[in-house]
Each structure stands twice: as C-alpha cells, then as structure tokens.
C-alpha cells in the first residue's frame, strides 16, 4: 500500500516535500515512480528512484527542480520539490513500478496529493 502526503497551495518559486509512505513487502522490491495529473490532462511521469541501485530518473520539465529521495528504513520515498510553476499543479500519486521507466505493478491508484501553485 502507498499513502501520498504533503501537498498543498504554494506561491510560485516556493516548495513542498511530498512523501509516499510504503508499507508491505513492495518497498523491497519495487521501483517508486511519482506521477500527476492535472485538471483535463493525461496523468503523466514525474520522476523514478531505483530499488536496486538508487538511481533516479526525472521529467524534462522537472529536472534541476525537483529531487526524488528514498529512505528505506522508515520506508518513505519523498519528492521535493522547489522553484514551482503553476504548471506543476495538479494531483500527485506515487506507485510501484517493476522498474523505473517501466509498467506500474498493481492497476490502481492511491487518493493523491493535491498540490496547487498559485499567487
């Protein structure tokens, strides 16, 4: 099971930390992809971070900006995320991957973090 948290409404150039708390056997397994979705569009990659080897990977968009982390022993992957556009609105889930780049593992989704940058 993933939980999404700590999103919320921030001011263009701020920052949030969002963090996907994991539980069950996935986290040692599992690749941590976080995705999001905005109003009207498709849902769309973000950023990955590997379980083997902590490599990660990241969306043009998002790269230099946002920093995917992993910490195994309280079994969280967390997502800052600084120097935000109103583009990056929109609501945020996290999800096991079989590797990053690759398919997700289970077909469903989580609730969501909702994050809204606006003045």
């Known amino acids: 099971q993933l939980v999404e948290s700590g999103g919320g409404l921030v001011q263009p150039g701020g920052s949030l930390k969002l963090s996907c708390a994991m539980s069950g056997f996935g986290s040692d397994y599992y690749a941590l992809g976080w995705f999001r979705q905005a109003p009207g569009k498709d849902r769309e990659g973000v950023s990955c971070i590997s379980n083997t080897d902590g490599s990660t990977n990241y969306a043009d968009s998002v790269k230099g900006r946002f920093t995917i982390s992993r910490d195994n022993a309280l079994k969280t992957v967390y997502l800052q995320m600084n120097s935000l556009k109103p583009e990056d609105s929109g609501i945020y889930y996290c999800?096991?991957?079989?590797?990053?780049?690759?398919?997700?593992?289970?077909?469903?989704w989580g609730q969501g973090t909702q994050v809204t940058v606006s003045s």
């Open positions: 999800a096991w991957l079989w590797s990053c780049g690759g398919r997700k593992v289970f077909d469903s």
